[in-house]
C-alpha cells in the first residue's frame, strides 16, 4: 500500500502537522495534490505533502500505533496535477516560518478560492465555458432564406460566439446540414481593456543611468529612490523590456488595487496581451482565470497588489514594488506576511532582481541600502526639471489663521482654492479619516459612543445615516437620543472626509467635488471610475485618505494639501513620524507635475515638528537620519527586529496569569539581547468577548529566537485555552 502524510484544512498551531492516510488506488496522486479525507469524524480537505510505498499492513500499522489507518478512495482525490510546483510550495514553507505561520494557512493565502486546499473549494467557481460556431461550408443549396442569411453572418465572422449566432433553431437546422459546427472554448471572465500600443519615451540620461544601476548592480535587491514625478515608471517598463527580450517573466505590485488599473494600462500599452492581473477585488471567478492564465504561462506580466506576490509566475526575470514604503503591502491578519520580504524570498528563488522604487523609502529599506545590503540607483530631479511645488506650513493654534467661515478649511487654504478653481486647475485634498463626524458623544451625562465589539470610538457616516466602527466593522444605526440618560441633543465631534465634502459645497457653490476613500472603493470600479474622472477634468476637488497621495499623475493639480497632518503623529507607534512625513511628502509631490507650477498647503497642530517640516520640503535625507537617531535611542527598527505576540482568551484572569507567565519563560532563556515589552493592553482590548494582551519580542538574533519561539509556541499551544496570533515585523506598537 501507499501511505499518504498529509495537512488537514485546518490552520491552527496545533493541527501544524501531517497525518497519514493509506492509500491502495491507481489514480494518480503525488504532493501537493488535493484530497477528501475524513478527519476525526468530518469530511476536511487534504492536502498531500509526500507519499510513500511501503509493505505494512493497515492491521500492522494499528498495532503499532494504536490507532486505525484510514485509507482514501480514489474517489477522494480532487485534483488531476499538483495545485502547484515545487517551487510555490518551498515559497510556502518559507513564508509559514519566518512568519511562524501553519503551512496550510500560507498555502490557503496563496491560491484563489477554486484552488484551495478547503473543503468550500468546491462550491467555488469552476472553469467557464462559452459555445463558438465555425463555419464548415458556405454552399448555399437547398437551404431556405432564413437559413442562408444566418449562414452568411456566421461565414463573415466565424468563428462566432453562439449566442450571437441568430436563432438557436435555424442554427440546429444548419448543423444538420453540415454546413456549420458548435464547439466549446474555455471562457475568459476577466477581459483587459485593450489598449492602443505606445511607443516608449526615449529615456532621460538620469532615467538610463538608473536603469543600468539596476542591471549592473552585484546585488539581487536594489532601491530605486527616484523623487515623485522623475519618471520610476518608465524604468520599470524599460527593465521589463529587457526582462522579457530574454524570454523571462515580471512580476509587478502595487501598493493598492486602486493604483493597477493605471498600471496595467502602461503595461498594456507597452507589451500587448501578455498582462495579467491579480487582486483581491477580482471576483472569484476572474481570479480562479487570471491564475490559471498565469501558471499556464499564458501571460508573462502579472500586475497587481500585495496577493500578487504569489502570482504562480515561472521563469521570473524581475520583481518590482512600487512605492514599497506603503504599509499596505503588509496583510493585516494572519499570517501578516508584508509582500516585500516575500518578493526577496522569491527573488532569490528565483535569482532575479528586486526593485523597490519610492520617493521616500521605508526607514528599514533605505537603512539596507545604506549599509550596501542592497544596490542603491537614484533620481534626484522630476524629469521636465520642474522645480518641486513650494509648500506653506499653515499652523491651527493660530487663530489669526481663520476667518470665521470654517474650522476645518484655514483662510490661508480657502484663498488658495479661490484661487485654483478660478483658474481652471484642481485640487487635491488630503485627510486620514473616513466618515462625516468622528466620534459622539452626550454632552449632559457624558456617555460615549464606543464600539459594543472592540471598544473603539464609532463615526458617523452621512451617506447612508449609520455609525461604524472602523476597527472591527461593526455598525448600527445613528440613535436619536443617549441611551444612558435620554438627551437628544447629542455632540458631535471631530470630521472626516464626508464633511470636508460638505465643507467644500458650503464655501463653493457649484464647485465640483469627488471623494475617494476605503468606502467608495469597496464598490468595485467605483474608484477607478473616480480617478478617472478626475483626471478628466470632470471634478475640480478630489478630497481623500491617504490613496489618493500615491501613485497617481494628476496633470492638471496644482494645489494639494493635507487638511490635518497630525492624525497620523497621534497614533500608538513607533513609525508615526515615518507614517506623517511620507504622507506630506506623497502630498506635496501630487502637485505641480506638468507645465503649470504647484503649490502643497500643511495644516497641522505641530508646525514645527520635524516630520512635518522635513515633509514640507520634501527633505528625505534629513528625515531619515533624525529619525534613524530616534529608533536608535528608543531601539525599534530598523535596529532591532520586532515580533508581537497576541494572547487572545475568553477568561481575563487566566489571560493575565498566561502572559506573565510566558514572559518569564523568554526571560529564562538569558538570551544576550532579547527584550519583552508588555504586557500590554492594546487599543482594542476586547473583541467579541475575547480579551487581549500583546508581548512585544525585541530582538537582534533572528536564529536564536526564531529556534526558541518555534519550540516554545508548540509548548505554550492550547494551555488554558489561551491562543496565540505572532504577527513578525507588525507596524504598530
Ligand atoms: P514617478 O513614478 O517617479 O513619480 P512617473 O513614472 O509617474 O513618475 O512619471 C512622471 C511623468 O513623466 C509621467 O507623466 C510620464 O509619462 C512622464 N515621463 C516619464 N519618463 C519620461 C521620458 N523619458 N520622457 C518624457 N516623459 C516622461
Ligand atoms: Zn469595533
Not at 464626508?498 to 457653490?509: A, G
Request: with cysteine; charged share 25%.
Amino acid at each position: 500500500m501507499k501511505i499518504l502524510e498529509v495537512l488537514t484544512e485546518y490552520g491552527t498551531r496545533s493541527l501544524d502537522r501531517t497525518f497519514s492516510y493509506a492509500y491502495f488506488g491507481n489514480k494518480a496522486i503525488g504532493p501537493r495534490y488535493r484530497v477528501k479525507i475524513n478527519f476525526n469524524g468530518h469530511l476536511a480537505m487534504g492536502f498531500v505533502l509526500s507519499l510513500r510505498e511501503t509493505t505494512d499492513t493497515p492491521e500492522a500499522f494499528e498495532a503499532r500505533n494504536g490507532y486505525p489507518l484510514k485509507t482514501i478512495q480514489e474517489a477522494d482525490i480532487v485534483d488531476e496535477f499538483p495545485l502547484m510546483d515545487e517551487e510555490m510550495y518551498d515559497l510556502a514553507k518559507e513564508v509559514a516560518a519566518y512568519y511562524f505561520a501553519p503551512l496550510i494557512s500560507v498555502i490557503q493565502a496563496m491560491l484563489p478560492l477554486s484552488l484551495s486546499p478547503k473543503l468550500s473549494s468546491e462550491h467555488g467557481p469552476k472553469i467557464a465555458y462559452e459555445k463558438w460556431v465555425r463555419l464548415l461550408s458556405d454552399k448555399e443549396d437547398g437551404l431556405t432564406d432564413k437559413q442562408i442569411e444566418s449562414l452568411r453572418l456566421i461565414a463573415k465572422n466565424s468563428p462566432i460566439l453562439k449566442k450571437e449566432a441568430g436563432s438557436p433553431s435555424i442554427l440546429k437546422k444548419l448543423i444538420e446540414a453540415g454546413r456549420v459546427q458548435i464547439y466549446q472554448q474555455e471562457k475568459q471572465r476577466l477581459q483587459i481593456p485593450l489598449n492602443e500600443r505606445e511607443e516608449p519615451h526615449e529615456m532621460s540620461e538620469m532615467q538610463r543611468q538608473a536603469y543600468q544601476t539596476i542591471l549592473d548592480s552585484p546585488k539581487e535587491v536594489v532601491l530605486l529612490q527616484g523623487v515623485t514625478g522623475s519618471g520610476k515608471t518608465e524604468v520599470y517598463l524599460r527593465l521589463s523590456e529587457t526582462v522579457l527580450a530574454q524570454g523571462k517573466t515580471v512580476l509587478m505590485l502595487v501598493p493598492e488595487i486602486s493604483l493597477t488599473p493605471v498600471m496595467v494600462e502602461y503595461f498594456s500599452r507597452r507589451f500587448g496581451q501578455k498582462v495579467a492581473i491579480l487582486h483581491s477585488n477580482l471576483t472569484a471567478g476572474e481570479r480562479y482565470d487570471e491564475y490559471r492564465r498565469i501558471a499556464e504561462g499564458k501571460a508573462s506580466i502579472v500586475v497587481g497588489a500585495r496577493s500578487a506576490v504569489f502570482a504562480p509566475l515561472h521563469h521570473i526575470g524581475l520583481i518590482v514594488l512600487d512605492e514599497e514604503h506603503v504599509e499596505s503591502y503588509k496583510q493585516d491578519n494572519a499570517p501578516f506576511y508584508h509582500a516585500r520580504e516575500v518578493a526577496i524570498m522569491r527573488g532569490k528563488q528565483e535569482g532575479c532582481k528586486v526593485v523597490l522604487g519610492s520617493a521616500t523609502p521605508s526607514l528599514e529599506t533605505k537603512a539596507r541600502a545604506c549599509r550596501g545590503i542592497y544596490g542603491y540607483a537614484e533620481m534626484n530631479r522630476r524629469i521636465n526639471e520642474k522645480a518641486l511645488p513650494k509648500t506653506q506650513i499653515v499652523d491651527l493654534t493660530d487663530r489669526k489663521n481663520f476667518n470665521g467661515k470654517s474650522e476645518k478649511l484655514s483662510a490661508p487654504l480657502q484663498t488658495l482654492i479661490q484661487e485654483k478653481l478660478k483658474q481652471h486647475e484642481q485640487v487635491l485634498l488630503l485627510l486620514n479619516r473616513r466618515g462625516y463626524w468622528t466620534g459622539i458623544n452626550c454632552p449632559k451625562c457624558g456617555y460615549i459612543f464606543t464600539c459594543p465589539q472592540c471598544g473603539g470610538n464609532l463615526t458617523y457616516h452621512q451617506e447612508d445615516g449609520m455609525l461604524k466602527c472602523h476597527h472591527c466593522g461593526f455598525v448600527s444605526r445613528f440613535p436619536s437620543r443617549c441611551p444612558d440618560c435620554g438627551n437628544t441633543h447629542l455632540r458631535r465631534v471631530g470630521y472626516g472626509t464626508e464633511r470636508v465634502v460638505k465643507e467644500l459645497e458650503d464655501l463653493y457653490p457649484g464647485v465640483r467635488v469627488a471623494r475617494l476613500d476605503s468606502d467608495v472603493s469597496r464598490v468595485s470600479k467605483q474608484a477607478e471610475t473616480i480617478l478617472k474622472d478626475f483626471k478628466a477634468g470632470k471634478y475640480d476637488i478630489l478630497v481623500g485618505t491617504q490613496m489618493i497621495a500615491k501613485g497617481h499623475d494628476f496633470p492638471n493639480v496644482t494645489l494639494s494639501a493635507v487638511v490635518n497632518a497630525d492624525i497620523g503623529l497621534a497614533l500608538p507607534t513607533y513609525r508615526a513620524a515615518e507614517r506623517t512625513f511620507e504622507l506630506i511628502a506623497q502630498a506635496v509631490g501630487r502637485s505641480g507635475r506638468s507645465s503649470k507650477t504647484g503649490i502643497a498647503l500643511i495644516q497641522t497642530y505641530n508646525p514645527n515638528h520635524y516630520a512635518i517640516r522635513f515633509g514640507a520640503t520634501q527633505d528625505y535625507e534629513s528625515f531619515f537620519r533624525y529619525e534613524m537617531r530616534q529608533r536608535k535611542l528608543a531601539q525599534y527598527p530598523p535596529y532591532v527586529y520586532l515580533i508581537l505576540l497576541e494572547f487572545q482568551s475568553a477568561n481575563e484572569n487566566k489571560l493575565v496569569s498566561f502572559v506573565y507567565d510566558f514572559k518569564r519563560d523568554v526571560e529564562a532563556q538569558n538570551f544576550a539581547d532579547v527584550s519583552t515589552l508588555g504586557p500590554i493592553l492594546p487599543y482594542y482590548a476586547m473583541q467579541e468577548g475575547v480579551h487581549k494582551r500583546i508581548l512585544l519580542l525585541r530582538y537582534k538574533n533572528k536564529e536564536e529566537v526564531t529556534a526558541y519561539l518555534q519550540e516554545a509556541l508548540k509548548r505554550w499551544n492550547g494551555i488554558s485555552g489561551v491562543k496565540i496570533v505572532v504577527n513578525v515585523d507588525p507596524l504598530d506598537y
